[in-house]
């Protein structure tokens, strides 16, 4: 399915081009969603995030206080004129957040590795347009993150980006999910045009790791960051140990603001060096497929003249003579070897396959 995604309008460039998503993970009281989406406000952020319903992988923790909280959300809406979004899981959600005015819902991690889960939300989103934002699933698959979008889009939902949260590893050791940037790389190369907005936070697991990840997470070409505020993590009832406080993301955003100018300085600067390797390569490319036609040939007449295809003596000086001359340039010995035996095998497979076409 092929899918073209619409313009979400309160993504539209509100700090050059980057997207900025923020609020607690999960709604704990109407005094901390106010007192956070004000301070979020404050600094210029346009969308708010909190979770009502909180999916716990264990049971008896927090989780959430379901639709009573949604109303802390329009309160919060109300009087800073942010967006609110949050995350829904079943067509019970979507409908009670839909009455109460959200304007955005996220599917979480564990939701999206359900496909029935999914289509449930689709279908009761049927015939809104509302934005939805789709986690990856917690395991590496890229295949269910993709199948959600087909669902939504497939349910007439348009207005899509996604949020790489970190993947479930047995072998990760530093973060509490493992980034797997190429995961989400390889969704924009499947998806084109699809916004991508990172969460540093669900990654990192602790808010010391959040800064550096967000900073990958700009140097990746993400389209926004995701992240996880309070008012007072350390007595967050989930997910205390990877929040910042509004001051700490006050930082972070404006270490982020002289990384992205100086990364854009950075390329500028790269940039005559890049155009030149770019040429150099298309000119690589030209002088291989020229060797193959000398060598076919070359091909042609041994087989005229019942010569062996591979000649042993004469790959061993020709292979002398570039590392020879591969040595007036300062080239590593190894490196012209390795490069001159792809070339050479190239050729002889030439010649070889030429001679069975005979
Ligand atoms: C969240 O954003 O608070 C959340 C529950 O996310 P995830 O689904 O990525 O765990
Ligand atoms: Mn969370």
Redesign the pocket.
Known sequence: MMIRTGKIRELDPMDRGFTLIAGP??AESREQVLECARSLSDMGVRIF?A?VW??RTRPGNFEGWGEKALGWLQEAKTETGMTVMT?VANSRHVEAALKAGIDMF???????TSPFAVQEIADSLRGTDIPVMV??P?NTELELWIGAFERLYGAGLTRLAA?P??FSAHDERLYR?SPQWQIPVELRRCIPGLPILC?P??MAGRSSLVPPLARMALDMKADGL?I?VHPEPGKAL??SAQQLTPAEFKELISTLVSHRESLEEDMKILKPYRKSIEETDRKIVELVAARLEASDKAGDLKRLRNLAVLQPERYKSLAGDMVEEGRRYGLDESFIRSLFEILHTESIKHQLENNNRE
Request: glycine share 10%; proline share 4%; with cysteine.
């Open positions: 993970c999960s995030r979770g909180k999916p995350e996220w599917i979480g991690a564990r939701t999206t986690k990856n917690i949020i949260r970190g999910y969460d936070s669900h995701f996880e989930s997910d």
